[in-house]
């Protein structure tokens, strides 16, 4: 079955902290991975596009890995802000002509003063 | 903002009613996909429109149709309301890249929120 996992469910973390968030897939064939940053009551909005042969790639205190081998991708974020606060969702698209998505439960994130 | 506009923000209907719902895509984007999201869930892929033509759909039942007009804002209509029909409705454009081509980028839209009592 396609689904993609996510850990954790909700995380607390003072501000100017770094966390790590966790994403497995069981989604094939496997087309690229896309970590989303949704705020409360928001669209979401893209932070990173990973394909099969990436494995890391940054957008600015945005930083994803993806081990295509085992299907698990990370996303780390550096010196957090309290505008941080928000679910990250992992994304796993299908194949590389088409439209099935297939999205995580997200994470929700909650940086503190 | 992504410039995917959509309408209305907020609706409350009636179990047993219809409704539409609106999406305006970013200028120059020619796919359109809809998605409905629980309270506390990720999204779920309800389908796309590429070109004004269904190109796929994820498994919701015949009462979820679309369409995509030639500017290629597009609409959701949902037909006898159900109670777990309550949800974030969000629409997502995107310029569709040909077969082989780089993965395209999707931008959302603030999404309708749907209410059926």
């Known amino acids: 079955k396609n689904q993609v996992e996510q850990s954790p469910q909700s995380l607390i973390i003072l501000e100017g902290k770094n966390c790590t968030l966790q994403?497995?897939?069981?989604?094939?064939?496997?087309?690229?991975l896309r970590w989303y940053k949704q705020d409360t009551g928001r669209g979401p909005v893209s932070l990173t596009i990973?394909?099969?042969?990436?494995n890391t790639k940054s957008n600015r205190r945005y930083t994803a890995t993806l081990d295509a081998d085992t299907k698990q991708s990370s996303l780390h974020i550096t010196a957090s802000q309290l505008s941080d606060s928000a679910s990250y969702i992992c994304v796993v698209k299908r194949n590389n002509y088409g439209q099935n998505f297939v999205f995580g439960p997200g994470t929700r994130l909650s940086v503190l003063p | 903002e992504t410039g995917v506009t959509q309408s209305p923000t907020h609706l409350i209907k009636t179990r047993g009613q219809q409704v539409t719902l609106r999406c305006s895509s970013q200028?120059?984007?020619?796919?359109v996909s809809w998605y409905q999201q629980a309270l506390g869930q990720g999204p779920q892929f309800i389908f796309q429109?590429?070109?004004?033509?269904?190109?796929g759909r994820g498994n919701f039942p015949p009462r979820f149709s679309g369409l995509q007009f030639p500017n290629y804002s597009s609409e959701l209509n949902v037909n006898a309301l159900e109670l777990d029909d309550s949800a974030l409705y969000l629409c997502?454009?995107?310029?569709?890249?040909?077969?082989?081509?780089?993965?395209?980028?999707?931008?959302f839209g603030p999404g309708t929120r749907l209410t059926v009592t």
């Open positions: 429109y590429y070109r004004e033509e269904e190109n």
């Open positions: 997502a454009s995107s310029l569709r890249a040909g077969k082989g081509g780089s993965p395209y980028e999707q931008y």
């Open positions: 200028s120059g984007h020619n796919t």
């Open positions: 990973m394909t099969f042969s990436e």
């Open positions: 994403c497995n897939y069981t989604v094939s064939p496997f087309s690229n």
